[in-house]
Each structure stands twice: as structure tokens, then as C-alpha cells.
């Protein structure tokens, strides 16, 4: 019913940026909130930042400040720009959507991000 389709991901040296984008599609409802999970193999998916239709924002600890999140509600797509990328940060980011309407969740296929020392 909602389709996530992420980019903005690659290889990049420690200490550049990049900037993913996921761009939902189908039954969007009003009220829901958006975010990025990271997994590496042998770890738990983690929520690195997160975005409510509000406003609203979560971040990870971990991330230390560096990245930041936002959405074009008009174009149903998350952003979250990532600086100062350490090799610690490397990992399959996902989209997720969730919507309390309805307690729908999606998540997006991944994107790769690798950053190399």
C-alpha cells in the first residue's frame, strides 16, 4: 500500500557527507512519521533519526549531532544529511514510514552506505 524508494547512498571517505532520500508513494495518511534505521551484519537495526508529520525529530545518540532530518510533506520524502561521516556510521540504511491511523508500517529495500578510512 506504501512504497519507499530511498537514494542518496554510496562510498565515501570519513569525514564527507551525503544525503539519502526516500520518497513515499500510495496510500500516505496524514499523520505518520518517517525515519532512518542503520544495520550492520551481526547487529540489531537501529534507529538513527527519525521525523513526525509534525515536525517533531528523534535522533540517536550515537550519531553525535552530525546528522540531521527532514521532509518535504508535499513530496512525501524524508532527507537526512549526514556530515562528518566516521567508518562507524557504515551500514544499510532503511526507510521506515509507520502511521498511527491505521498502525501501518513499511520499510524501504536499503540503501548502502560505506564509509572507508
Known amino acids: 500500500q506504501v512504497q519507499l524508494v530511498e537514494s542518496g547512498g554510496g562510498l565515501v571517505q570519513a569525514g564527507g557527507s551525503l544525503r539519502l532520500s526516500c520518497a513515499a508513494s500510495?496510500?500516505?495518511?496524514?499523520?505518520?512519521?518517517m525515519g532512518w534505521h542503520r544495520q550492520v551484519p551481526g547487529k540489531q537495526r537501529e534507529l538513527v533519526a527519525s521525523?513526525?508529520?509534525?515536525?517533531?525529530?528523534y535522533y540517536a545518540d550515537s550519531m553525535r549531532g552530525r546528522f540531521t532530518i527532514s521532509r518535504d510533506n508535499a513530496k512525501n520524502t524524508v532527507y537526512l544529511q549526514m556530515n562528518t561521516l566516521k567508518p562507524e556510521d557504515t551500514g544499510v540504511y532503511y526507510c521506515r514510514y509507520y502511521t498511527a491511523s491505521t498502525y501501518a508500517e513499511y520499510w524501504g529495500q536499503g540503501t548502502q552506505v560505506t564509509v572507508s578510512t
Open positions: 500510495g496510500r500516505i495518511f496524514s499523520i505518520n512519521v
Open positions: 521525523i513526525s508529520s509534525g515536525g517533531s525529530t
